[in-house]
């Protein structure tokens, strides 16, 4: 398995460089059919005087979906450290699932005839929730004017290109990347959709009920 270094603000000393190389052994040992682990560590300084984080981010590619993670520290070995147990976490919690999977069939199923998902905890709104929303007599709690606009939380965000999958793979998909939730668009319904973690092994799905665009037309 190939390994690539790239340091922002930050110096890759052999020493680091040589624990890389052995942490990767324990990476494709987990993930046999990976073919690069890319390594980015990143120095973050502060004019307050507080004392500086290095951020390593974990990135693996090979064959099947790509897998993160990434750690912050004062010292980017314990950085190193902490991004490789909780990507090998997620490697981990991966395997066990498709173990487990083999073992005792379950999860989300779609009859076409009905168009009705089994095997989730699903409870779609009722037609008097729906209707309230849609006539404005449930209540939309606001912020006082003088606080509009204002908010003391940092909010990050991402955009991706849509990928149609089904229930099944997008589960597969967030165990890999370790979060608890992932979006996607459902193939069967070609539904905006999302699958979250719940207790052990039991998943939920939100969808749109609006459809997004066919693949070929989307890309």
Known sequence: METSIVGVGVGISDRFRSVVEEKATRIETLAPRAQRVDIKVTHRAYRNGRPGDETVELTVDGKGPVVRAEATDGDKFTALDLAVDKLCEQLRRAKDKRVDARNHPRGAKYE????????????????????????????????NEEEEGY???????????????????????????????????????????????????????ISLSTQAQPEELAS
Do not use: N
Not at 115 to 133: E, F, H, K, M, Y
């Open 112 to 143: 076409k005839g009905s168009g009705a998902i089994q095997g989730i905890d699903l409870q779609p709104a009722s037609a008097d929730v729906l209707r309230a929303v849609a006539t404005g007599e449930i209540p939309i709690v606001t912020g």
């Open 151 to 205: 908010t003391p939380v940092v909010i990050r965000t991402k955009e991706f290109q849509p990928e149609w999958m089904s229930v099944e793979e997008a589960v597969d998909r967030m165990e890999l990347v370790g979060h608890d939730f992932f979006l996607f668009i459902d193939v069967r319904s070609d539904h905006p959709s999302v699958v979250y973690r719940r207790k052990g092994w039991d998943y939920g799905v």
